[in-house]
């Protein structure tokens, strides 16, 4: 889902940067609200994870494969303000490291992989808490629903953009239903990594979890036939609290999938290049050389490494430790923005 330069004309991608920075801003206000000392590292962690599960991708279709967006799961984990961030980062490091997606479309990237994907998913997410169970069985159902729908209306998104800023004249019936054809089933691996990756977090510390919160029901016992409410529980103690082994877990999972996983993806073109080629939509994609395009990890692959493997490898765990840098320090940034405030408006004694 990375548009690369050429596919949408210069006004409209200009058009889309301004919502991107618009959305980014509202983003940095909003995450305040969101992040505090716990969650502040986890959503370093969350933007690369999301970055070395991209490096993933999964056949989905003959000659297609996909990969996870991430707005969803991000959103779910440290709520929907933090996750558009989140993304954003992503996309960045992605753009100007990897020159993946085009710089001229990274407004036209964010507002399709980060924004749209972020409040479809919450917005859905949310929803269907509503009316299921309070339970964290109920968190797990609604990431993965979520995730799932998310990836089409990205697509959908996509397709919106194009129609009005397309660089070349083929039919949008088609494109759209291409686009979102190919990214149902990409869709359903979003769905299953998001809801895995929730499950597993909720199942050791559902305190992080986001989307987990105010789940008010209290767990019940069958007491001489009747079901009665279970006393509270004693609140933990502070180093069970601790992120820290939450955090190391996750970030060792993120260089493995980078490190290594990396190097057994799918090598097919993923559902917006496969329905590009197919539609023709890329025809003048050509005309433009991503303005990174020269950079050393360009395409995943370090270079000068001969060895395939070996090259994607680095150039993965380089991604990841760039991510959780650059990511860690805008949100710790946020964080002590929020924590700073009090201090800014108090009014002197005396």
Known sequence: MHVPDGF??????????????????????GARRELDERTAPLAGLVAAFIFAVQML????????????????????????YTGVLCVSVVLLMQGVLFADGGLSALGVNITVMGVVTVVVAYLLFRGLLKVLPATRRSVTVAAFVAALVSVPASAAAFTAVYAVGGTTDVPIGKVLTAMVGVHVLIGLGEAAITAV??????????DLVHGARGLGAPLRLRVGGELVDAP??????????STKKVWAVGLATAFVLAGIVSAYASASPDGLEKVAADQGIDAKADQYEHATAGSPLADYAVKDVENESLSVGIAGVIGVAGTVAVGSGVFWAVRRRRADEPAATATPVG
Request: hydrophobic share 65%; proline share 9%.
């Open 8 to 29: 949408i004309d210069a006004p409209v991608s200009v058009a889309a940067g301004v919502v991107a920075a618009a959305a980014v801003a509202v983003s940095l206000r």
């Open 57 to 80: 991708n999964f056949p989905v279709a003959a000659g297609t494969s996909g990969h996870l967006l991430g707005g969803a799961l991000a959103a779910i984990l440290v709520g929907p």
């Open 197 to 206: 990756t929730v499950g597993a977090v909720i199942a050791v510390r559902p």
């Open 232 to 241: 509270a529980a004693a609140p933990a103690p502070a180093a069970a609290r």
